[in-house]
């Protein structure tokens, strides 16, 4: 969080809008920093903003909370010239373009990465992954169980791609080729991994066993991905190599050159 603050570099007098108020702990320090008045905070769930609140009045703070999708920005309160999220997303909402003052810059966690992005031209913006992970709580979406049953009866092919690189080198480029995907693993008595699974909010499911067995169901092949970001990158690639470029209707991840390997990312909202 101190990371993200920082690549924030938010000036005395900026306005800001945070997606995720979680305990206040952000806010506080943007409050400090910023001045309340310049601070307006957003998470969907009411006990938080509630307890939150409480705990920013009793340190003498009062920013402005909200309770609601943060994805939608508040646009009462804007323009902003800050953004941060502390809540994963897919993609920069479009809401935050929207109520961007020129020159905004946004920083949140995308996938695995933390994604800072300075807003160009209305609706346009480029930007680059920070050196540092992240892993924070995603936004809350319905989503289809994995298919483990079904898969166990699925044909089985092979593979060259280590299982436990989606745990490890592949995690970050994994999530930006697979948004929202969710994984597992089988251990051994020694806590070695035997095998992985992976699944998507679509039900498509695959498991990939040590021995280079893969099964695969639902409506997309989703160790086909692996093996091709497995094919790609010879090691861990560094997620200040990953840019994006943002325009009305596209965003897109790219590994250093903009002709080289991309992955559009989610439409936003």
């Avoid at 089988?186 to 991994?193: A, M």
Wanted: aromatic share 8%; glycine share 10%.
């Amino acid at each position: 969080m101190l990371t993200m603050l920082d690549a924030l570099d938010a000036a005395e007098g900026d306005t800001v809008f945070e997606l995720g108020t979680g305990t206040g702990y952000n806010a506080a320090l943007l409050s400090h920093r910023l001045g309340e008045q310049n601070v307006t905070t957003m998470d969907v769930d009411p006990d938080l903003t509630e307890a939150a609140a409480h705990r920013l009045a009793g340190v003498g703070l009062h920013p402005f909370v909200a309770t609601g999708d943060g994805t939608g920005g508040w646009p009462g309160r804007a323009p902003y010239q800050r953004f941060l999220a502390t809540a994963a997303l897919r993609s920069i909402p479009d809401a935050f373009f929207r109520q961007a003052a020129p020159g905004a810059v946004i920083v949140a966690p995308v996938g695995y990465g933390i994604l800072r992005v300075t807003v160009t031209d209305p609706g346009h913006g480029t930007g680059y992954f920070l050196p540092a992970p992240a892993y924070f709580m995603p936004r809350r979406t319905p989503s289809a169980p994995p298919a483990f049953a079904e898969a166990e009866t699925a044909e089985p092919t092979t593979t060259t791609a280590a299982p436990g690189d989606i745990l490890g080198r592949l995690r970050f480029p994994l999530a930006l080729a697979l948004p929202g995907h969710t994984t597992c693993s089988w251990r051994d008595d020694d806590g070695d991994v035997t095998a992985v699974g992976i699944w998507t909010e679509d039900g498509s499911t695959a498991t990939a066993h040590v021995s280079g067995k893969v099964r695969q169901v639902g409506p997309r092949r989703l160790w086909d991905v692996v093996e091709s970001l497995a094919e790609t990158f010879a090691g861990e690639p560094e997620r200040q190599e990953f840019r994006v470029s943002i325009a009305p209707g596209r965003q897109t991840v790219w590994y250093r050159t903009q002709d080289g390997p991309a992955w559009d990312l989610p439409q936003p909202r």
